[in-house]
Protein backbone atom coordinates (compact mmCIF):
# COMPACT_ATOMS: atom_id res chain seq x y z
CA UNK A 1 0.00 0.00 0.00
CA UNK A 2 1.24 3.63 -0.82
CA UNK A 3 1.57 6.08 1.79
CA UNK A 4 -0.10 8.94 2.04
CA UNK A 5 0.73 12.73 1.15
CA UNK A 6 0.27 13.79 4.74
CA UNK A 7 -3.29 15.70 5.22
CA UNK A 8 -2.81 19.11 5.96
CA UNK A 9 -5.80 20.30 8.95
CA UNK A 10 -7.69 22.03 5.72
CA UNK A 11 -11.08 20.49 4.75
CA UNK A 12 -12.81 21.98 1.44
CA UNK A 13 -16.91 20.57 1.96
CA UNK A 14 -18.78 21.25 -1.30
CA UNK A 15 -22.49 20.96 -1.20
CA UNK A 16 -24.99 21.84 1.49
CA UNK A 17 -27.77 20.04 0.17
CA UNK A 18 -30.07 16.83 1.77
CA UNK A 19 -27.55 14.55 1.96
CA UNK A 20 -25.37 17.31 4.53
CA UNK A 21 -26.03 16.66 7.80
CA UNK A 22 -24.44 16.29 11.79
CA UNK A 23 -20.88 14.77 9.61
CA UNK A 24 -20.49 18.29 9.18
CA UNK A 25 -20.50 18.62 12.83
CA UNK A 26 -17.27 15.57 13.32
CA UNK A 27 -15.06 17.64 10.36
CA UNK A 28 -15.51 20.69 11.95
CA UNK A 29 -14.26 19.27 15.51
CA UNK A 30 -11.42 17.45 13.65
CA UNK A 31 -10.64 19.43 11.11
CA UNK A 32 -8.01 22.78 11.97
CA UNK A 33 -9.78 25.05 9.46
CA UNK A 34 -13.07 24.18 7.37
CA UNK A 35 -14.41 25.55 4.54
CA UNK A 36 -18.03 24.91 3.50
CA UNK A 37 -18.87 25.40 -0.67
CA UNK A 38 -22.74 26.35 -1.23
CA UNK A 39 -24.47 27.78 -4.65
CA UNK A 40 -24.19 30.82 -2.86
CA UNK A 41 -22.74 32.34 0.58
CA UNK A 42 -25.96 32.86 1.58
CA UNK A 43 -26.66 29.35 1.59
CA UNK A 44 -23.15 27.92 2.65
CA UNK A 45 -24.50 30.30 5.29
CA UNK A 46 -27.68 28.94 5.87
CA UNK A 47 -26.26 25.23 5.67
CA UNK A 48 -23.84 26.22 8.72
CA UNK A 49 -26.62 27.83 10.83
CA UNK A 50 -29.03 24.64 10.57
CA UNK A 51 -26.07 22.60 12.31
CA UNK A 52 -24.99 25.23 14.74
CA UNK A 53 -21.57 25.89 13.28
CA UNK A 54 -21.69 29.44 12.16
CA UNK A 55 -18.59 31.16 13.32
CA UNK A 56 -16.39 27.40 12.91
CA UNK A 57 -16.36 27.21 9.00
CA UNK A 58 -15.66 30.29 6.02
CA UNK A 59 -18.90 29.93 4.17
CA UNK A 60 -17.99 30.56 0.37
CA UNK A 61 -19.87 30.31 -3.06
CA UNK A 62 -18.52 27.01 -5.14
CA UNK A 63 -16.68 27.85 -8.46
CA UNK A 64 -13.93 25.67 -9.43
CA UNK A 65 -11.47 27.94 -10.43
CA UNK A 66 -11.84 30.13 -6.86
CA UNK A 67 -11.36 26.42 -5.37
CA UNK A 68 -7.96 26.05 -7.11
CA UNK A 69 -7.03 29.47 -5.71
CA UNK A 70 -7.88 28.15 -2.00
CA UNK A 71 -6.72 24.55 -2.26
CA UNK A 72 -3.36 23.80 -1.22
CA UNK A 73 -1.16 20.51 -0.62
CA UNK A 74 -2.49 17.94 1.87
CA UNK A 75 -5.89 19.76 1.72
CA UNK A 76 -9.06 17.48 1.71
CA UNK A 77 -11.81 17.98 -1.00
CA UNK A 78 -15.47 16.68 -0.21
CA UNK A 79 -17.30 16.41 -2.93
CA UNK A 80 -21.58 16.49 -2.08
CA UNK A 81 -22.11 17.48 -5.73
CA UNK A 82 -23.65 15.38 -8.22
CA UNK A 83 -21.17 12.57 -9.41
CA UNK A 84 -20.85 13.95 -13.01
CA UNK A 85 -18.89 16.87 -11.11
CA UNK A 86 -16.41 14.76 -9.25
CA UNK A 87 -13.88 13.99 -12.77
CA UNK A 88 -13.22 17.38 -12.82
CA UNK A 89 -12.65 17.82 -8.73
CA UNK A 90 -10.69 14.73 -8.60
CA UNK A 91 -8.21 16.08 -10.89
CA UNK A 92 -8.16 19.32 -9.41
CA UNK A 93 -7.11 17.55 -6.34
CA UNK A 94 -4.36 15.85 -8.51
CA UNK A 95 -3.01 18.93 -9.67
CA UNK A 96 -2.64 20.79 -6.19
CA UNK A 97 -2.23 17.58 -4.38
CA UNK A 98 -4.82 17.06 -2.48
CA UNK A 99 -7.16 14.50 -1.00
CA UNK A 100 -10.99 13.55 -2.31
CA UNK A 101 -14.03 12.30 -0.38
CA UNK A 102 -17.36 11.36 -1.57
CA UNK A 103 -20.00 9.30 -0.76
CA UNK A 104 -20.65 8.35 -4.14
CA UNK A 105 -20.25 5.36 -6.77
CA UNK A 106 -17.08 5.05 -7.98
CA UNK A 107 -17.52 5.44 -11.81
CA UNK A 108 -15.18 4.91 -14.97
CA UNK A 109 -13.74 8.57 -14.99
CA UNK A 110 -12.75 8.51 -10.99
CA UNK A 111 -10.98 5.04 -11.67
CA UNK A 112 -9.10 6.46 -14.91
CA UNK A 113 -7.65 8.85 -12.53
CA UNK A 114 -6.64 6.90 -9.60
CA UNK A 115 -3.29 5.46 -10.97
CA UNK A 116 -2.39 9.29 -11.01
CA UNK A 117 -3.70 10.11 -7.57
CA UNK A 118 -1.75 6.98 -5.82
CA UNK A 119 1.44 7.80 -7.65
CA UNK A 120 1.08 11.37 -5.85
CA UNK A 121 0.45 9.95 -2.86
CA UNK A 122 -3.58 10.93 -2.68
CA UNK A 123 -6.51 9.20 -1.16
CA UNK A 124 -9.53 9.04 -3.25
CA UNK A 125 -12.41 7.51 -0.95
CA UNK A 126 -15.63 6.52 -2.81
CA UNK A 127 -18.57 5.12 -1.44
CA UNK A 128 -18.68 6.20 1.85
CA UNK A 129 -21.97 7.15 2.20
CA UNK A 130 -25.08 4.75 3.02
CA UNK A 131 -25.41 3.62 0.01
CA UNK A 132 -22.53 2.64 -0.91
CA UNK A 133 -20.84 2.73 2.43
CA UNK A 134 -22.81 1.40 5.07
CA UNK A 135 -24.10 -1.50 2.99
CA UNK A 136 -20.24 -1.97 2.20
CA UNK A 137 -19.52 -2.37 6.36
CA UNK A 138 -22.46 -4.84 6.53
CA UNK A 139 -21.53 -7.00 3.80
CA UNK A 140 -17.68 -7.19 5.19
CA UNK A 141 -18.53 -7.89 8.72
CA UNK A 142 -21.26 -11.14 7.23
CA UNK A 143 -18.70 -13.07 4.84
CA UNK A 144 -16.31 -12.84 7.90
CA UNK A 145 -18.84 -14.03 10.17
CA UNK A 146 -19.95 -16.84 7.33
CA UNK A 147 -16.26 -17.71 7.11
CA UNK A 148 -16.20 -18.09 10.65
CA UNK A 149 -19.13 -20.24 10.97
CA UNK A 150 -18.93 -22.54 7.61
CA UNK A 151 -15.60 -21.61 6.33
CA UNK A 152 -13.77 -21.05 2.89
CA UNK A 153 -14.68 -24.76 1.69
CA UNK A 154 -17.31 -25.28 -1.60
CA UNK A 155 -21.06 -23.78 -0.73
CA UNK A 156 -23.98 -22.34 -2.26
CA UNK A 157 -24.58 -18.39 -1.10
CA UNK A 158 -27.42 -15.81 -1.55
CA UNK A 159 -26.44 -12.30 -0.79
CA UNK A 160 -29.35 -9.59 -1.32
CA UNK A 161 -28.47 -5.95 -0.13
CA UNK A 162 -31.67 -3.45 -0.49
CA UNK A 163 -31.74 -0.06 0.54
CA UNK A 164 -34.39 2.86 0.45
CA UNK A 165 -34.94 6.27 1.80
CA UNK A 166 -38.74 6.50 2.26
CA UNK A 167 -41.43 8.41 4.35
CA UNK A 168 -41.74 7.72 7.99
CA UNK A 169 -45.39 7.93 7.51
CA UNK A 170 -46.83 6.26 4.20
CA UNK A 171 -48.31 8.92 1.86
CA UNK A 172 -50.45 8.23 -1.43
CA UNK A 173 -47.26 8.27 -3.50
CA UNK A 174 -45.32 5.84 -1.23
CA UNK A 175 -42.33 8.17 -1.36
CA UNK A 176 -40.25 10.81 0.12
CA UNK A 177 -37.79 12.82 -2.12
CA UNK A 178 -34.73 12.75 -0.19
CA UNK A 179 -32.25 13.59 -2.97
CA UNK A 180 -32.81 15.48 -6.50
CA UNK A 181 -36.27 13.80 -8.14
CA UNK A 182 -34.24 14.19 -11.55
CA UNK A 183 -31.82 11.90 -10.29
CA UNK A 184 -34.71 9.47 -8.86
CA UNK A 185 -35.83 9.05 -12.15
CA UNK A 186 -32.62 8.66 -14.01
CA UNK A 187 -31.69 5.75 -11.67
CA UNK A 188 -34.68 4.26 -13.03
CA UNK A 189 -33.74 4.69 -16.57
CA UNK A 190 -30.27 2.80 -15.77
CA UNK A 191 -29.86 -1.15 -16.62
CA UNK A 192 -28.97 -3.22 -13.77
CA UNK A 193 -26.83 -6.64 -13.73
CA UNK A 194 -27.37 -9.15 -10.94
CA UNK A 195 -27.24 -12.72 -10.14
CA UNK A 196 -30.24 -15.16 -9.48
CA UNK A 197 -30.51 -18.85 -9.97
CA UNK A 198 -26.50 -18.88 -10.17
CA UNK A 199 -26.96 -16.98 -13.71
CA UNK A 200 -26.59 -13.15 -14.63
CA UNK A 201 -29.61 -11.49 -15.34
CA UNK A 202 -29.58 -7.86 -16.98
CA UNK A 203 -33.15 -5.81 -17.41
CA UNK A 204 -32.67 -2.42 -18.97
CA UNK A 205 -35.61 -1.00 -16.84
CA UNK A 206 -35.15 -2.20 -12.51
CA UNK A 207 -38.65 -1.42 -11.23
CA UNK A 208 -39.88 -4.34 -13.54
CA UNK A 209 -37.93 -6.73 -11.92
CA UNK A 210 -39.98 -5.97 -8.68
CA UNK A 211 -40.51 -8.40 -5.92
CA UNK A 212 -41.74 -8.28 -2.12
CA UNK A 213 -39.31 -7.93 0.50
CA UNK A 214 -40.73 -8.49 4.48
CA UNK A 215 -38.63 -7.58 7.29
CA UNK A 216 -39.66 -7.59 10.34
CA UNK A 217 -43.02 -8.88 9.24
CA UNK A 218 -43.65 -5.23 6.95
CA UNK A 219 -43.44 -5.80 3.29
CA UNK A 220 -41.20 -3.71 0.89
CA UNK A 221 -41.31 -3.64 -2.89
CA UNK A 222 -37.46 -4.26 -3.84
CA UNK A 223 -35.76 -4.23 -7.17
CA UNK A 224 -32.04 -4.51 -8.67
CA UNK A 225 -29.59 -0.87 -8.97
CA UNK A 226 -27.25 -0.85 -11.13
CA UNK A 227 -24.42 -3.44 -11.43
CA UNK A 228 -23.88 -5.69 -8.47
CA UNK A 229 -21.51 -8.28 -9.87
CA UNK A 230 -18.08 -6.22 -9.40
CA UNK A 231 -18.61 -6.59 -5.53
CA UNK A 232 -18.88 -10.01 -5.71
CA UNK A 233 -14.74 -9.22 -5.63
CA UNK A 234 -14.65 -6.52 -3.61
CA UNK A 235 -16.50 -8.60 -1.18
CA UNK A 236 -13.73 -11.57 -0.87
CA UNK A 237 -15.99 -14.56 -1.32
CA UNK A 238 -13.67 -17.36 -1.14
CA UNK A 239 -12.96 -18.89 -3.93
CA UNK A 240 -15.22 -21.88 -3.61
CA UNK A 241 -18.39 -20.29 -2.53
CA UNK A 242 -20.64 -20.24 -5.50
CA UNK A 243 -23.51 -17.37 -5.51
CA UNK A 244 -26.48 -18.69 -6.40
CA UNK A 245 -27.86 -14.89 -5.70
CA UNK A 246 -26.07 -11.99 -5.70
CA UNK A 247 -28.50 -8.85 -6.06
CA UNK A 248 -27.90 -5.15 -4.30
CA UNK A 249 -31.16 -2.50 -4.44
CA UNK A 250 -33.40 -0.38 -4.05
CA UNK A 251 -36.20 -0.91 -1.02
CA UNK A 252 -39.65 1.26 -1.39
CA UNK A 253 -42.85 0.82 0.64
CA UNK A 254 -45.58 -1.90 -0.44
CA UNK A 255 -47.38 -0.22 -3.41
CA UNK A 256 -45.06 2.31 -4.71
CA UNK A 257 -44.95 -0.25 -7.82
CA UNK A 258 -49.38 0.87 -8.03
CA UNK A 259 -48.48 4.36 -7.24
CA UNK A 260 -45.77 5.36 -9.76
CA UNK A 261 -47.26 3.71 -12.65
CA UNK A 262 -47.85 7.08 -14.33
CA UNK A 263 -44.08 7.91 -13.51
CA UNK A 264 -43.02 4.53 -15.31
CA UNK A 265 -45.10 5.44 -18.78
CA UNK A 266 -43.07 8.47 -19.14
CA UNK A 267 -39.89 7.41 -17.15
CA UNK A 268 -40.00 4.56 -20.43
CA UNK A 269 -40.80 6.69 -23.56
CA UNK A 270 -39.79 9.97 -22.84
CA UNK A 271 -36.62 11.82 -23.31
CA UNK A 272 -34.05 14.22 -21.31
CA UNK A 273 -36.14 17.63 -21.75
CA UNK A 274 -39.71 14.95 -20.85
CA UNK A 275 -38.48 13.38 -17.42
CA UNK A 276 -36.12 16.98 -16.41
CA UNK A 277 -39.93 18.79 -17.06
CA UNK A 278 -41.88 15.91 -14.95
CA UNK A 279 -39.06 15.60 -11.81
CA UNK A 280 -40.13 19.31 -11.66
CA UNK A 281 -43.50 18.92 -11.46
CA UNK A 282 -43.02 15.89 -9.21
CA UNK A 283 -41.05 18.40 -6.71
CA UNK A 284 -44.01 20.82 -6.53
CA UNK A 285 -46.39 18.03 -6.07
CA UNK A 286 -44.96 16.27 -3.32
CA UNK A 287 -42.68 18.98 -1.57
CA UNK A 288 -40.46 18.02 1.61
CA UNK A 289 -41.79 20.26 4.77
CA UNK A 290 -40.03 20.82 7.90
CA UNK A 291 -42.62 18.77 8.90
CA UNK A 292 -41.63 15.85 7.41
CA UNK A 293 -39.91 12.68 8.93
CA UNK A 294 -38.03 10.35 6.62
CA UNK A 295 -37.06 6.99 7.22
CA UNK A 296 -34.19 5.26 6.08
CA UNK A 297 -33.97 0.90 5.71
CA UNK A 298 -30.68 -1.18 4.74
CA UNK A 299 -31.41 -4.65 5.01
CA UNK A 300 -27.80 -6.95 4.23
CA UNK A 301 -28.30 -10.36 3.94
CA UNK A 302 -26.17 -13.55 3.41
CA UNK A 303 -26.89 -17.09 3.12
CA UNK A 304 -24.47 -20.04 3.18
CA UNK A 305 -25.51 -23.44 2.69
CA UNK A 306 -22.55 -26.37 2.54
CA UNK A 307 -22.05 -29.09 0.49
CA UNK A 308 -23.66 -31.39 3.89
CA UNK A 309 -26.66 -29.31 3.70
CA UNK A 310 -25.53 -27.57 7.22
CA UNK A 311 -25.65 -24.07 6.76
CA UNK A 312 -25.67 -19.85 8.08
CA UNK A 313 -27.96 -16.89 7.89
CA UNK A 314 -27.03 -13.36 8.82
CA UNK A 315 -28.82 -10.05 8.31
CA UNK A 316 -27.82 -6.88 9.60
CA UNK A 317 -31.04 -4.50 9.67
CA UNK A 318 -30.58 -0.51 9.96
CA UNK A 319 -33.69 1.09 10.40
CA UNK A 320 -34.04 4.73 11.11
CA UNK A 321 -36.15 7.80 11.06
CA UNK A 322 -35.29 11.31 10.98
CA UNK A 323 -36.23 13.91 13.34
CA UNK A 324 -36.47 17.66 13.70
CA UNK A 325 -32.61 18.08 13.81
CA UNK A 326 -32.12 16.42 10.74
CA UNK A 327 -33.15 13.66 8.34
CA UNK A 328 -32.06 10.34 8.30
CA UNK A 329 -30.54 10.38 5.04
CA UNK A 330 -28.20 13.42 5.85
CA UNK A 331 -27.49 11.67 8.97
CA UNK A 332 -26.77 8.61 7.64
CA UNK A 333 -24.81 9.75 4.72
CA UNK A 334 -22.73 12.34 6.14
CA UNK A 335 -21.74 10.10 9.20
CA UNK A 336 -20.14 7.93 7.46
CA UNK A 337 -18.39 10.12 4.83
CA UNK A 338 -17.27 12.27 8.02
CA UNK A 339 -15.17 9.52 10.01
CA UNK A 340 -13.43 8.44 6.20
CA UNK A 341 -12.66 12.12 6.51
CA UNK A 342 -11.50 11.83 9.84
CA UNK A 343 -9.48 8.96 9.17
CA UNK A 344 -7.44 10.89 6.24
CA UNK A 345 -6.61 13.58 8.48
CA UNK A 346 -5.41 11.10 11.02
CA UNK A 347 -3.24 9.69 8.23
CA UNK A 348 -4.51 6.38 8.90
CA UNK A 349 -5.77 5.70 4.81
CA UNK A 350 -2.93 5.19 2.25
CA UNK A 351 -2.84 6.47 -0.85
CA UNK A 352 -4.98 5.44 -3.86
CA UNK A 353 -8.74 4.45 -4.51
CA UNK A 354 -10.66 3.99 -1.42
CA UNK A 355 -14.60 2.49 -1.59
CA UNK A 356 -15.92 3.00 2.37
CA UNK A 357 -13.53 -0.03 4.58
CA UNK A 358 -11.34 -2.33 3.95
CA UNK A 359 -12.28 -5.09 5.25
CA UNK A 360 -14.21 -6.50 8.58
CA UNK A 361 -11.57 -4.75 11.06
CA UNK A 362 -11.87 -1.92 9.37
CA UNK A 363 -15.79 -2.09 9.06
CA UNK A 364 -15.64 -2.62 12.60
CA UNK A 365 -14.25 0.55 13.73
CA UNK A 366 -16.69 2.77 11.37
CA UNK A 367 -19.08 0.63 12.87
CA UNK A 368 -18.54 1.85 16.26
CA UNK A 369 -18.34 5.38 15.11
CA UNK A 370 -21.58 5.17 13.75
CA UNK A 371 -23.56 3.58 16.58
CA UNK A 372 -21.53 6.60 19.00
CA UNK A 373 -22.95 8.77 17.01
CA UNK A 374 -26.58 7.77 16.97
CA UNK A 375 -26.78 4.97 13.73
CA UNK A 376 -28.67 2.17 14.94
CA UNK A 377 -28.99 -1.24 13.22
CA UNK A 378 -29.34 -4.92 14.41
CA UNK A 379 -27.80 -8.18 14.01
CA UNK A 380 -29.50 -11.89 13.35
CA UNK A 381 -27.90 -15.01 12.52
CA UNK A 382 -29.20 -18.56 12.28
CA UNK A 383 -27.77 -21.95 12.14
CA UNK A 384 -28.77 -25.10 10.60
CA UNK A 385 -27.21 -28.65 10.81
CA UNK A 386 -26.86 -31.20 8.02
Known amino acids: MSEATPAGGTVHWIGTGLSTGSGLRVVADRAERLLVWGRTDAKAER ?80 EAGLDP ?25 EFTSYCGGVPAESNEFRYRFSWAPRGVLNAL ?17 PWTATR ?17 LPYLTQYAFPADWRARVFVRGTLRLDGWLRAWEDVFATVRTGDGDRIA ?16 RDRVVLAVALDIEGTNGAGWHGEYVLDTVGDAEESAMARCVSLPLAYGITEIL ?16 DARRWLEFLRANGVDWRFAERHRTG
Open 212 to 228: PLVLDGETFEAYPNRDS
Open 47 to 126: CLARLGLTGRAAAHTYDLDRLAGELRPGDIVVSMLPASEHPALLRLCIERSAHFACSSYVSDEIVSEAAAATKAGLVVLT
Open 346 to 361: AGRVPAGLRQAAQGAE
Open 189 to 205: RAPARYLDGGAEQVVDL
Open 277 to 292: ALADELAARYPTTDAD
Open 133 to 157: GIDHLFADLLVARGREVVGDGPATV
